[in-house]
């Protein structure tokens, strides 16, 4: 059981830690998805001892693999995002467009008959694209988040940033680092991060700040979500097919919020067999869902 829900948050990691889909997309996939937030729930629920118990266990094996495959994913990708940043955003764009078939297969029985909802996958793609066109600083590339840089105006952003990407990051539908591409901090973050890994501490300030946001955030929307998932079920796949619609753009857009912006991927830069690769790799997370819930029992 330790090493099926290792893997779940392994995977988790992979997909928060790449503008994409979410960590919440890949749960959905895997089909854990309500046992995660139902967990998450429980502890700031006055639920009883031993069922916040059973959701703390249940959320430290998944935090383990969570860890693991995050650290190793900024290793990684601190060191080609910038460099390799158009076949990374293709690999994106295929994890974002054969995700969406699947979620629509998954939730047949939330979309089928209720196609007036799809206002919301509209108003969905709409946030994304208009988040994405008037962002804070992407228009002037990415910030420097070290403390020599960090202000109190730069601080707030990161806080506010932290909360909102975390809200992203546990519902499925647009990533939290897609979130912080737009912002123009995703490179900033995953190179803070790895800046630390490595001993130096001088990120750390902002990462303390990143963290209490993404604490706040985690408090303050994982009930709503739970329950707008429990009453507005329908209404809420849709908005997360638009989310997941709209970040298409923000990927395509994300070379210009690099430190040293880049233009927009187009058919030119983007790469096909990258984009394959994305589609395959979210392929096999679906075939595999049977076989970690048998091994789950």
């Known amino acids: 059981m330790f090493i099926i829900n290792f893997i779940r948050g392994f995977f988790m990691a992979l997909a928060d830690s790449v503008p994409g889909v979410s960590g919440g997309t890949i749960a959905f996939i895997l089909g854990f998805y309500d046992d995660f937030i139902g967990s998450l729930n429980s502890l700031i629920s006055k639920n009883s001892t031993d069922d916040k118990k059973r959701s703390l266990i249940f959320l430290i094996k998944l935090g383990i693999g969570w860890i693991v495959g995050m650290v190793l994913s900024v290793l990684i990708l601190s060191s080609i995002f910038d460099e390799h940043i158009y076949s990374i955003s293709s690999l994106f764009t295929g994890f974002i467009i054969v995700a969406i078939p699947l979620i629509m297969k998954e939730e047949k029985d939330s979309l089928v008959g209720k196609y007036k909802n799809i206002i919301f996958t509209i108003i969905g793609a709409l946030i994304v694209v208009l988040i994405t066109y008037?962002?804070?600083?992407?228009?002037?590339?990415?910030?420097?988040?070290?403390?020599?840089?960090?202000?109190?105006?730069?601080?707030?952003?990161?806080?506010?940033?932290?909360?909102?990407?975390?809200?992203?990051?546990?519902?499925?539908?647009?990533?939290?680092?897609?979130?912080?591409?737009?912002?123009?901090?995703?490179?900033?973050?995953?190179?803070?991060?790895?800046?630390?890994?490595?001993?130096?501490?001088?990120?750390?300030?902002?990462?303390?700040?990143?963290?209490?946001?993404?604490?706040?955030?985690?408090?303050?929307?994982?009930?709503?979500?739970?329950?707008?998932?429990?009453?507005?079920?329908?209404?809420?796949?849709?908005?997360?097919?638009?989310?997941?619609?709209?970040?298409?753009?923000?990927?395509?857009?994300?070379?210009?919020?690099?430190?040293?912006?880049?233009?927009?991927?187009?058919?030119?830069?983007?790469?096909?067999?990258?984009?394959?690769?994305?589609?395959?790799?979210?392929?096999?997370?679906?075939?595999?869902?049977?076989?970690?819930?048998?091994?789950?029992?």
């Open 134 to 297: 008037f962002n804070p600083s992407g228009s002037n590339g990415g910030l420097n988040l070290s403390l020599g840089h960090l202000n109190f105006s730069i601080g707030i952003f990161v806080f506010v940033a932290g909360m909102i990407a975390i809200s992203a990051m546990v519902l499925p539908g647009i990533s939290g680092s897609t979130l912080l591409l737009i912002f123009g901090l995703y490179t900033g973050i995953i190179s803070a991060i790895k800046e630390v890994l490595s001993l130096n501490f001088s990120y750390l300030p902002v990462l303390i700040i990143f963290g209490l946001g993404v604490i706040v955030g985690i408090l303050s929307t994982i009930k709503i979500i739970k329950f707008l998932l429990n009453k507005y079920r329908s209404a809420m796949i849709y908005l997360i097919l638009g989310l997941m619609l709209g970040s298409i753009y923000a990927v395509f857009m994300g070379p210009t919020t690099l430190e040293i912006p880049k233009p927009a991927m187009d058919l030119s830069s983007f790469s096909w067999i990258f984009f394959i690769i994305g589609g395959v790799v979210i392929i096999v997370l679906e075939k595999s869902k049977d076989f970690l819930e048998k091994k789950s029992k």
